[in-house]
């Protein structure tokens, strides 16, 4: 069974650092894209970036470019989403999700709330 | 590539045939999904390549177009149908239409 377990809910102050991670299971990791979308409260869905485990290739949205780093460790089967300095604007649930053959998400983990506030 | 999506809400009873639609700024030939998203709850993949049913989803679900028009339809909307709908474009940069909320009437 195609699994994607995200990391737990987060509290972070402006200025913090934060990584989020995403595990895989039940397919081959490396074999396909894993993408990262964004939503804030009440909002619609943003596509944030995808990053191919397989050879950590990685592709932003021009939104998102610079404002955030994906990787990924094949080794574990793991994607992350990383901040070096959080905005309050980065308040949001952000959710991994396995790209399919036909470029759709086709499995989905179950969201990490990030909550950025003094 | 901007998709926008039409109604942006709509209130329908059980057993109504429901239509969304989605149009694309330019031609992305058959490279559209449609998503359902509950409150609270991850997106689920509905269709995919405009057309495609995913497996498991109700055959009621349809999707059908192509270029820059597309259509979401239920064809008896049933209580757990009520939920967000959005289309996401696969062509470049993946981005997703702005989402139609479907609440009952």
């Known amino acids: 069974e195609v699994q994607l377990v995200q990391s737990g809910a987060e509290v972070k102050k402006p200025g913090e650092s934060l990584k989020i991670s995403c595990k895989g299971s039940?397919?081959?990791?490396?074999?396909?894209?894993i993408g990262w979308v964004r939503q804030m409260p009440g909002k619609g869905l943003e596509w944030m970036g995808i990053?191919?485990?397989?050879?950590?290739?990685?592709r932003y949205s021009p939104s998102f470019q610079g404002q955030v780093t994906i990787s990924a460790d094949k080794s574990i089967s793991t994607a992350y989403l990383q901040w070096s300095s959080l905005k309050a604007s980065d308040t949001a649930m952000y959710y991994c999700?396995?790209?399919?053959?036909?470029?759709?998400?086709?499995?989905w983990g179950q969201g990490t709330l990030v909550t950025v506030s003094s | 590539i901007q998709l926008t999506q039409s109604p942006s809400s709509l209130s329908a009873s059980v057993g109504d045939r429901v239509t969304i639609t989605c149009r694309a700024s330019?031609?992305?030939?058959?490279?559209l999904a449609w998503y359902q998203q509950k409150p609270g709850k991850a997106p689920k993949l509905l269709i995919y390549?405009?057309?495609t049913l995913q497996s498991g989803v109700p055959s009621r679900f349809s999707g059908s177009g192509s270029g820059t028009d597309f259509t979401l339809t239920i064809s008896s909307l049933q209580p757990e149908d009520f939920a967000t709908y959005y289309c996401?474009?696969?062509?470049?940069?993946?981005?997703f239409g702005p989402g139609t909320k479907v609440d009952i009437k």
């Open positions: 999700a396995r790209q399919g053959q036909w470029l759709d998400f086709d499995y």
């Open positions: 039940g397919y081959s990791f490396t074999s396909y894209w």
């Open positions: 990053i191919y485990p397989g050879d950590s290739d990685t």
């Open positions: 330019q031609g992305i030939s058959s490279y």
């Open positions: 390549a405009a057309s």
């Open positions: 996401q474009q696969l062509n470049s940069y993946l981005s």
